[in-house]
């Protein structure tokens, strides 16, 4: 077995280095094979064991379920539940696929190989059985794509002819299949692709461009990446021209003019389309269209991204100079995100060696990345940065969503980045425990390190022949200029910050020399993008929070329903939460360090409230299973009576209705509507001052939940000045009221109350379904909110 073992690690690391240089064609650099570098223990070993008992705690017959019963073939068991049987069937199977190459190719575990072997197997039945090279798990998909051949497109943001995101879903399969074979070398993976990717050619070949933009309004994940990507496979440029068609105008247009359009944006539909625009430049040499992305990311790093890494609210790019809606959230930055985020980051760098991407991929892996998975298992949504909020964990039977997918992936690939390389020499870019080996090079590197425990690593090399090449290591942006230290067998060295912030030690090496850094870390605090007085502590590149307690974590391991991956126990009043109060403008040397417990520190020299003055702060990916402070608000002393006062007003009148609602759904937003049961025909969405809404000249509805029978009262938001918009409202199939707009209401939101029927309400309904309904040759004015109230 062990034999077999190194013979399979040995093939998979093969394989990849020959392949690498076709899936960055244009890149200054190349990333090592994963299946190269090994990790040692740290927090990040931990994390990878515990994802892998976790992927392989999933039933792969129940993953397979919804694939088999597209194809006509009778599944061994059924779909799991959640969001695998209500109209997403199908997409975890595709990150699962993902998830298995790259824990392989991380670990060499025969256990896993032999479980990519069995998805792949079924899943090439399904194909075959087909017999047009689809594969797919969308419910209903073979009359979907036969009515989009024919050029039938009824395209909302989240639905395409009545299903739920289904490019979106197959991306998923797609993109395993890349994986499959990019990183473990299966050629059935490859052959499967290629015949997937066919069926897609054959099915838009008859479709315009503008029909094709039009399906593109719908979140179809980075189909366009992963055309390039087989472009790149095959070398036949037919699919990087179907990965330009798939690329969504309305998102490129204005990055190459290098304009911000992202308010309100669904965030995650975005950044996988970004990806596809690099991977496009990559594979096609488009400079412009690199260039695009390069703005994205800096746009969405430096204006839209809190200190985690992290960034959305509601799963939405909020606006960049209001973070006001993700502190007072319990939807705080999505994990999917942060896991494309990467991606893109990765590319670009690769293209573009410069320390600023890496600066930011450490941030996030060691803050974002790392803090999502609970350290027995389970994957974290939302990150509130809400005061004294926390997070809830997936169960490994009953919850499939986005963030489970791309959290099954996560923490099998902490090995992909450490390293990089060009032709000759070698670039060190995190300092996380690991060993590398560079076949071609006949160099093993072992990196040793507690950091960020300890403020050091050391590298040693074992060469099979004296060389002389580059070792280049990152200056991190958060060690001071002058402060880093390089010794080389004991002997320090001249530490020259280069232009991209790399510090090159050139020399010729040989087996056992030693290379030690010294990385002296400081306490910095972190204002929010759009300078509010909210303020986060970080420790070199680690971001330190508080435990505040351990109360009311209603479900803090989801089940199984359609809104349980969002942390819904009490919301506490922000006006009472820890208040930093000083009138330095630098919160930073506040931070005190406490005796005899490494990297925890003490703010209570300017925590204003007593009860609070003991709080600790600590690596945030350490803290779980608690409500946390992340980010701290503070003022002067002066000032602390108008601020107080301006945030209890506030936060009164949310806690307020907090507590006579019963239901809400914010229209246009894509989970809240999804979660409540959304239907709708001749319907559109929009953004207007930055909120979202719903309009249309057909009908839309929502299920919305009246668990304890106390609904009394609907309300739903308009906009005052809209006008010549005449509708019904329903309520399980009751009129209960009609809508004439004059537009005569002001230039405000207005908030329209209606009282519940009794005849409605005799029934004693847990479900009422809110209907709008154009009334003949009129429209919906755009619905903002609705609400169920007591």
Same mark, same amino acid.
């Given at each position: 077995?062990?034999?077999?073992?190194?013979?399979?690690?040995?093939?998979?690391?093969?394989?990849?280095?020959?392949?690498?240089?076709?899936?960055?064609?244009?890149?200054?650099?190349?990333?090592?094979?994963?299946?190269?570098?090994?990790?040692?223990?740290?927090?990040?070993?931990?994390?990878?064991?515990?994802?892998?008992?976790?992927?392989?705690?999933?039933?792969?017959?129940?993953?397979?379920?919804?694939?088999?019963?597209?194809?006509?073939?009778?599944?061994?068991?059924?779909?799991?539940?959640?969001?695998?049987?209500?109209?997403?069937?199908?997409?975890?199977?595709?990150?699962?696929?993902?998830?298995?190459?790259?824990?392989?190719?991380?670990?060499?575990?025969?256990?896993?190989?032999?479980?990519?072997?069995?998805?792949?197997?079924?899943?090439?039945?399904?194909?075959?059985?087909?017999?047009?090279?689809?594969?797919?798990?969308?419910?209903?998909?073979?009359?979907?794509?036969?009515?989009?051949?024919?050029?039938?497109?009824?395209?909302?943001?989240?639905?395409?002819?009545?299903?739920?995101?289904?490019?979106?879903?197959?991306?998923?399969?797609?993109?395993?299949?890349?994986?499959?074979?990019?990183?473990?070398?299966?050629?059935?993976?490859?052959?499967?692709?290629?015949?997937?990717?066919?069926?897609?050619?054959?099915?838009?070949?008859?479709?315009s461009e503008e029909q094709i933009q039009q399906m593109l309004k719908s979140e179809h994940g980075g189909m366009n990446e992963v055309f390039a990507?087989?472009?790149?496979?095959?070398?036949?440029?037919?699919?990087?021209?179907?990965?330009?068609?798939?690329?969504?105008?309305?998102?490129?247009?204005?990055?190459?003019?290098?304009?911000?359009?992202?308010?309100?944006?669904?965030?995650?539909?975005?950044?996988?389309?970004?990806?596809?625009?690099?991977?496009?430049?990559?594979?096609?040499?488009?400079?412009?269209?690199?260039?695009?992305?390069?703005?994205?990311?800096?746009?969405?790093?430096?204006?839209?991204?809190?200190?985690?890494?992290?960034?959305?609210?509601?799963?939405?790019?909020?606006?960049?100079?209001?973070?006001?809606?993700?502190?007072?959230?319990?939807?705080?930055?999505?994990?999917?995100?942060?896991?494309?985020?990467?991606?893109?980051?990765?590319?670009?760098?690769?293209?573009?060696?410069?320390?600023?991407?890496?600066?930011?991929?450490?941030?996030?892996?060691?803050?974002?990345?790392?803090?999502?998975?609970?350290?027995?298992?389970?994957?974290?949504?939302?990150?509130?940065?809400?005061?004294?909020?926390?997070?809830?964990?997936?169960?490994?039977?009953?919850?499939?969503?986005?963030?489970?997918?791309?959290?099954?992936?996560?923490?099998?690939?902490?090995?992909?980045?450490?390293?990089?390389?060009?032709?000759?020499?070698?670039?060190?870019?995190?300092?996380?425990?690991?060993?590398?080996?560079?076949?071609?090079?006949?160099?093993?590197?072992?990196?040793?390190?507690?950091?960020?425990?300890?403020?050091?690593?050391?590298?040693?090399?074992?060469?099979k022949k004296a060389q002389k090449f580059a070792v280049k290591f990152r200056y991190p942006s958060w060690v001071t200029n002058g402060e880093m230290?390089?010794?080389?067998?004991?002997?320090?060295?001249?530490?020259?910050?280069?232009?991209?912030?790399?510090?090159?030690?050139?020399?010729?090496?040989?087996?056992?020399?030693?290379?030690?850094?010294?990385?002296?870390?400081?306490?910095?605090?972190?204002?929010?993008?759009?300078?509010?007085?909210?303020?986060?502590?970080?420790?070199?590149?680690?971001?330190?929070?508080?435990?505040?307690?351990?109360?009311?974590?209603?479900?803090?391991?989801?089940?199984?329903?359609?809104?349980?991956?969002?942390?819904?126990?009490?919301?506490?009043?922000?006006?009472?939460?820890?208040?930093?109060?000083?009138? !330095?403008?630098? +919160?930073?040397?506040?931070?005190? &360090?406490?005796?005899?417990?490494? $990297? @925890? %520190?003490?703010? /209570? =020299?300017?925590?204003?409230?007593?009860?609070?003055?003991?709080?600790?702060?600590?690596?945030?990916?350490?803290?779980?299973?608690?409500?946390?402070?992340?980010?701290?608000?503070?003022?002067?002393?002066?000032?602390?009576?108008?601020?107080?006062?301006?945030?209890?007003?506030?936060?009164?009148?949310?806690?307020?209705?907090?507590?006579?609602?019963?239901?809400?759904?914010?229209?246009?937003?894509?989970?809240?509507?999804?979660?409540?049961?959304?239907?709708?025909?001749?319907?559109?969405?929009?953004?207007?001052?930055?909120?979202?809404?719903?309009?249309?000249?057909?009908?839309? !509805?929502?299920? +919305?939940?009246?668990?304890?029978? &106390?609904?009394?009262?609907?309300? $739903? @938001? %308009?906009?005052? /000045? =809209?006008?010549?918009?005449?509708?019904?409202?329903?309520?399980?199939?009751?009129?209960?009221?009609?809508?004439?707009?004059?537009?005569?209401?002001?230039?405000?939101?207005?908030?329209?109350?209606?009282?519940?029927?009794?005849?409605?309400?005799?029934?004693?309904?847990?479900?009422?379904?809110?209907?709008?309904?154009?009334?003949?040759?009129?429209?919906?004015?755009?619905?903002?909110?609705?609400?169920?109230?007591?």
């Open positions: 077995m062990v034999k077999k073992h190194l013979k399979n690690t040995f093939y998979v690391t093969a394989f990849f280095a020959l392949s690498t240089a076709a899936y960055s064609q244009s890149a200054q650099l190349q990333s090592f094979p994963l299946a190269s570098v090994r990790l040692l223990e740290s927090p990040f070993l931990k994390a990878q064991q515990t994802d892998m008992k976790y992927i392989l705690e999933l039933d792969a017959d129940r993953l397979l379920a919804p694939y088999l019963k597209e194809a006509g073939i009778t599944p061994l068991k059924d779909n799991y539940g959640n969001w695998e049987n209500t109209g997403l069937d199908g997409h975890i199977g595709g990150h699962y696929l993902s998830a298995l190459s790259e824990m392989y190719a991380a670990t060499g575990n025969l256990q896993v190989k032999e479980r990519l072997d069995y998805m792949l197997d079924n899943l090439e039945k399904c194909q075959l059985k087909n017999g047009d090279g689809y594969i797919g798990g969308v419910p209903g998909s073979k009359a979907l794509w036969a009515d989009i051949a024919k050029g039938k497109i009824d395209a909302g943001g989240f639905s395409l002819n009545n299903k739920w995101v289904p490019w979106y879903n197959i991306h998923k399969v797609y993109a395993g299949l890349v994986d499959a074979y990019n990183l473990t070398g299966n050629e059935k993976a490859k052959k499967m692709l290629i015949q997937l990717s066919d069926w897609c050619l054959k099915l838009v070949a008859n479709l990507d087989v472009a790149a496979i095959t070398g036949d440029k037919k699919y990087l021209v179907l990965a330009e068609k798939f690329s969504h105008k309305t998102i490129l247009s204005p990055l190459l003019k290098e304009e911000d359009k992202l308010n309100g944006l669904h965030a995650n539909t975005q950044i996988p389309k970004v990806i596809g625009f690099m991977r496009v430049a990559e594979v096609g040499g488009d400079a412009k269209w690199a260039d695009a992305a390069n703005f994205f990311w800096k746009t969405v790093v430096e204006n839209r991204t809190i200190s985690i890494g992290g960034n959305s609210v509601r799963e939405h790019f909020n606006p960049a100079d209001d973070f006001s809606s993700m502190l007072e959230s319990r939807e705080g930055p999505e994990t999917c995100n942060s896991y494309n985020m990467l991606k893109l980051s990765k590319h670009l760098f690769l293209a573009h060696p410069d320390s600023k991407y890496m600066d930011y991929y450490e941030r996030t892996t060691y803050n974002h990345i790392l803090s999502s998975q609970h350290p027995e298992g389970g994957f974290v949504y939302f990150t509130p940065i809400r005061p004294r909020h926390y997070r809830v964990y997936s169960e490994s039977q009953e919850s499939f969503w986005c963030c489970v997918g791309s959290g099954l992936e996560n923490h099998g690939k902490y090995g992909e980045m450490i390293y990089a390389h060009d032709a000759n020499d070698l670039y060190v870019n995190l300092f996380i425990p690991s060993t590398l080996e560079w076949k071609e090079k006949g160099l093993k590197l072992t990196q040793n390190t507690k950091f960020p425990f300890e403020e050091q690593s050391t590298f040693t090399l074992d060469l230290k390089i010794k080389v067998n004991g002997k320090a060295v001249t530490v020259e910050k280069e232009a991209n912030s790399y510090v090159s030690i050139n020399r010729k090496w040989k087996s056992g020399d030693v290379i030690s850094l010294v990385l002296p870390m400081h306490s910095t605090a972190e204002q929010l993008p759009d300078q509010s007085a909210w303020v986060s502590f970080v420790h070199g590149p680690i971001v330190l929070a508080a435990v505040t307690d351990t109360s009311d974590l209603t479900g803090l391991t989801a089940d199984g329903s359609r809104m349980g991956h969002i942390a819904s126990g009490p919301i506490y009043p922000i006006e009472e939460a820890p208040m930093l109060i000083s009138n !330095s403008t630098d +919160l930073a040397p506040s931070l005190k &360090e406490i005796k005899n417990k490494p $990297f @925890t %520190y003490s703010i /209570s =020299d300017i925590t204003y409230q007593d009860q609070f003055k003991n709080l600790q702060l600590v690596p945030f990916f350490q803290i779980h299973d608690a409500r946390y402070m992340l980010y701290w608000p503070y003022t002067t002393k002066e000032k602390l009576p108008e601020l107080q006062a301006a945030m209890k007003e506030r936060e009164e009148a949310k806690m307020k209705l907090e507590a006579v609602t019963v239901d809400l759904v914010t229209a246009g937003e894509q989970q809240p509507e999804n979660d409540h049961n959304f239907k709708g025909e001749q319907t559109d969405t929009g953004i207007y001052k930055e909120r979202h809404y719903r309009n249309g000249k057909g009908f839309f !509805s929502y299920e +919305l939940k009246n668990p304890k029978l &106390e609904a009394r009262k609907l309300r $739903f @938001t %308009y906009f005052g /000045s =809209d006008k010549n918009k005449n509708f019904d409202v329903y309520m399980n199939s009751v009129l209960i009221a009609s809508i004439t707009l004059d537009g005569k209401e002001g230039n405000e939101f207005i908030d329209k109350i209606i009282e519940i029927p009794a005849e409605v309400l005799k029934a004693n309904p847990k479900l009422l379904e809110v209907k709008f309904q154009a009334k003949s040759n009129s429209s919906i004015a755009g619905i903002y909110e609705v609400r169920l109230m007591k």
